[in-house]
């Protein structure tokens, strides 16, 4: 099984490396920036205490224990498995081991919860199937990014996703069982 992702790893950095165009690496780049880590949980935070603002502690504290524990979650799983990024990286990572990808994981809390939080507001099924398809593109496309600068190995980025995901869905259970009545 180790040498099935091992491959998955190493053909999808190679694919990555030989078809890179200029407006690729710059798309890849910018989204990359705006979906970093420390941006996604400052645009949450703002999202919280708007939320607090108009007594939606619900997803207040939701919002807050998904950001937060995938945040931490990261910081230990990266600390932990200390995997090194691959070496043809288009960008340079100092002290920053590679798995899980932050990106990648907080990029699926963020806009999960956001799909958790804003869908039930949402009256249009057409405007709720906009947002959900448009949430969803948004995580592949950081995902990707990652990917296309080879800063990270395609299951970085796959347990980044799968992390982030996991880490809203026990986040909304663990509050509406516990936290919020």
């Known amino acids: 099984m180790i040498s099935f ?4 790893d190493t053909g999808v ?5 030989s078809n ?10 910018w989204t990359s920036t705006i979906a970093d ?3 996604l949980a400052a645009v949450a935070a703002v999202l919280i205490v708007y939320m ?3 007594k939606q502690w619900h997803d207040a504290v939701m919002t807050s224990v998904a950001i937060g524990s995938t945040a931490a979650i990261v910081l230990f799983l990266k600390d932990f498995f200390m995997r090194v ?13 590679s798995f899980p990808s932050g ?10 919860t956001l799909m958790f939080v804003c869908v039930p507001k949402i009256h249009s099924s057409l405007h709720r199937m906009v947002f959900i398809v448009l949430s969803l593109f948004l995580i592949i496309l950081v995902g990707m ?13 796959v347990a980044g996703w799968a992390l982030g995901t996991a880490l809203v869905f026990l986040s909304a259970w663990i509050v509406r069982k516990y936290l919020v009545k």
């Open 145 to 157: 990014s990652r990917l296309i600068l080879n800063v990270h190995w395609a299951t970085d980025v």
């Open 37 to 39: 880590a420390e941006v």
């Open 103 to 112: 990106h990648a994981s907080m990029a699926a809390a963020f806009f999960v």
């Open 5 to 8: 992702f091992s491959h998955l």
């Open 52 to 54: 607090i603002f108009r």
């Open 13 to 17: 950095n190679s694919f990555m490396s």
């Open 85 to 97: 990024r691959p070496e043809n990286a288009l960008q340079v990572i100092v002290d920053d081991p």
């Open 20 to 29: 890179m165009s200029p407006i690729l690496h710059s798309i890849a780049a």
